[in-house]
C-alpha cells in the first residue's frame, strides 16, 4: 500500500471593518518540493474576520480533495487565525453561532484523522494573506479574484524568533497591548484604507478622502452635516486592582470603585455639571462602571440605561493577575495572544476579534436609538479603543497603540452619512 500523500494548506481571511469587506486565501503546497499545487481566493462581502478565516480554511481543504479524489493524503494546515486552529483541533469550544456551521462544513471535507493543524505567526503565511488582499482590492473594483491576476509567490523563509516580552507599564492589558505593538511594527501590514461604518456593512469602496475641515466648537456641533450621535466615552475609575497592573475584565471578579476611584467619578461628574451637553446615560453593567455612571446621573438628574454589549473584555484564565504572573503560569498562551487579535486568553476568554464584534454590533443599535443626542457611554479600555479603531477605520494594530487612562474622556460623532469623528482622545484635564 502506498504510503499517504503529504500536503500542506496555508490559509488567511480578512476583514476590511470586521465586520466589513472580505475575503480569504488558501495555497496547497507540496512540503517536500515547495510546489504550489493550486491557489484559492474570493471575495465574500461582508463578513467578519473569523468568517473569512473559516472560508479560507475551508477553500484550502476543498482543493485539496478536488486535486487528489482517490488519494490517501494526510494534511498539515497552517494558519495565522489561532481561533480557528484550536477550534478546528477541538481545544476550544465553537461559542460563536456564526463559527459553528463553517466548522461543521470544513470537518466534513476530508477524514478528520487525515488532517491536522498548526498555529503560525502571520509573518509566515504572507503567501495566503497575499492572496486574502488580492481577493478584498478585486472586491473593491467591483470584481473578481482571478487566478491570472494573483502576484503571490510562495516565501518559505521562517521569521525570526519574536521577542520575549517584558513586564509592562500602566495597567495589565494596556501594557501587553504596547508589547504586540512592538512585535506587531516588525511584520509587513497588509494595505488597508479607512471606510465608513455603512460603506463597510454594503461592501461599497471606501470614500476618498476629502479635505480636512477646521475643527468645530462643541461636542453636537457640525449642523451642515445633521446633528450627529454623539458618544462621550468615560472610562470607569479605578479599583485597587488598577494601580496593581491586574487584568480586569468581565470573567472574575467585579470589583468595586477605590477612594480615589469615587474622587475621579465625582470629578467626572462636576465636569459634565459645568458642560451641560450630555442627554442620556449608558453603562458597562460591571460595577466600577455603574458606580461612575451613577455619580454623573445623580449630577445631572438623568437614568442610567445597562448596555451589556459594552462591558470589558474576558480575560479568562488571567483575571486578576498581573502580566507577570501570566507570563510564568501561561507562557505559551500568552505568547499566541500576543501574535494574534484572534487568539483567546486561558480558559475561554474572548479574543480582541470577538470584542470588536461585539462593540460594533452595540454602537451600531446606540446609533439607531440616540440618532441627533448626545450620549455618555461609561466602559472600559478595550471597548472605548475598539470605537475609536473602528472611527479612524484603523487596522487591528492601532488599538495597541492607544493610552486611556482612569476617568479620562474620548469623544466619537456619528453623522447621519455614515462618516465618524474622532473629537477627544484621553482627555484627563477634568481631574486635574
Not at 21 to 32: N, S
Not at 33 to 48: K, M, N, P, R, Y
Not at 99 to 127: D, G
Not at 144 to 168: H, I, N, V, Y
Amino acid at each position: 500500500m502506498p504510503a499517504p500523500r503529504q500536503l500542506v494548506v496555508e490559509a488567511d481571511g480578512g476583514s476590511r471593518g470586521n465586520p466589513g469587506p472580505a475575503g480569504y486565501g488558501a495555497v496547497v503546497i507540496d512540503p517536500d518540493t515547495a510546489q504550489v499545487l493550486a491557489e484559492a481566493a474570493e471575495f465574500i462581502g461582508v463578513a467578519s474576520n473569523n468568517v473569512a478565516e473559516y472560508r479560507g480554511l475551508i477553500a484550502g481543504l476543498t482543493a485539496v480533495r478536488d486535486l487528489f479524489p482517490d488519494t490517501d493524503v494526510r494534511v498539515l494546515v497552517r494558519m495565522d487565525s489561532k481561533l480557528v486552529v484550536e477550534q478546528m483541533s477541538g481545544r476550544w469550544k465553537i461559542k460563536h453561532p456564526d463559527m459553528k456551521p463553517l466548522a461543521a462544513r470544513a470537518a466534513e471535507i476530508l477524514p478528520a484523522s487525515s488532517v491536522t493543524y498548526e498555529w503560525i505567526p502571520r509573518a509566515e503565511n504572507k503567501h495566503a494573506d497575499r492572496l486574502a488582499n488580492e481577493a478584498m482590492d478585486a472586491g473593491r473594483r467591483g470584481g473578481q479574484w482571478e487566478p491570472s491576476s494573483s502576484t503571490a509567490g510562495l516565501d518559505t523563509r521562517r521569521a525570526a524568533p519574536e521577542p520575549e516580552p517584558s513586564g509592562p507599564p500602566g495597567d495589565a492589558a494596556a501594557g501587553a497591548a504596547k508589547v504586540r505593538a512592538a512585535m506587531a511594527a516588525a511584520r509587513p501590514a497588509p494595505t488597508r484604507a479607512p471606510e465608513s461604518p455603512q460603506a463597510a456593512r454594503a461592501g461599497q469602496a471606501p470614500d476618498v478622502p476629502q479635505a480636512a475641515q477646521a475643527p468645530q466648537v462643541g461636542w453636537g456641533s457640525a449642523p451642515d452635516l445633521g446633528s450627529p450621535a454623539t458618544f462621550v466615552l468615560l472610562r470607569h475609575g479605578e479599583t485597587v486592582l488598577t494601580p496593581e497592573k491586574r487584568f480586569s475584565g468581565s470573567g472574575g471578579g467585579d470589583p468595586e470603585l477605590s477612594a480615589i476611584g469615587r474622587d475621579q467619578a465625582a470629578r467626572a461628574a462636576d465636569a459634565f455639571a459645568a458642560r451641560g451637553t450630555v442627554q442620556e446615560i449608558v453603562s458597562s453593567p460591571l460595577r466600577r462602571c455603574r458606580e461612575t455612571a451613577a455619580a454623573v446621573a445623580d449630577r445631572l438628574g438623568l437614568e442610567v440605561r445597562i448596555e451589556e454589549g459594552l462591558r470589558e473584555t474576558d480575560f479568562g484564565a488571567w483575571e486578576g493577575l498581573t502580566f507577570a504572573e501570566v507570563r510564568e503560569r501561561f507562557g505559551s498562551d500568552l505568547s499566541a495572544w500576543l501574535a494574534s487579535p484572534e487568539a483567546a486568553p486561558t480558559g475561554g476568554g474572548e479574543s480582541f476579534t470577538e470584542v470588536a464584534e461585539r462593540v460594533a454590533a452595540t454602537r451600531d443599535r446606540l446609533i439607531a436609538a440616540y440618532a441627533g443626542r448626545t450620549v455618555l457611554l461609561v466602559t472600559h479600555v478595550t471597548p472605548i479603543k475598539t470605537l475609536v479603531r473602528l472611527a479612524l477605520g484603523a487596522p487591528p494594530e492601532s488599538l495597541f497603540r492607544m493610552e486611556l487612562s482612569p476617568a479620562s474622556l474620548s469623544v466619537v460623532a456619528y453623522y447621519a452619512d455614515g462618516n465618524p469623528s474622532l473629537r477627544l482622545l484621553n482627555d484627563t484635564s477634568h481631574l486635574g
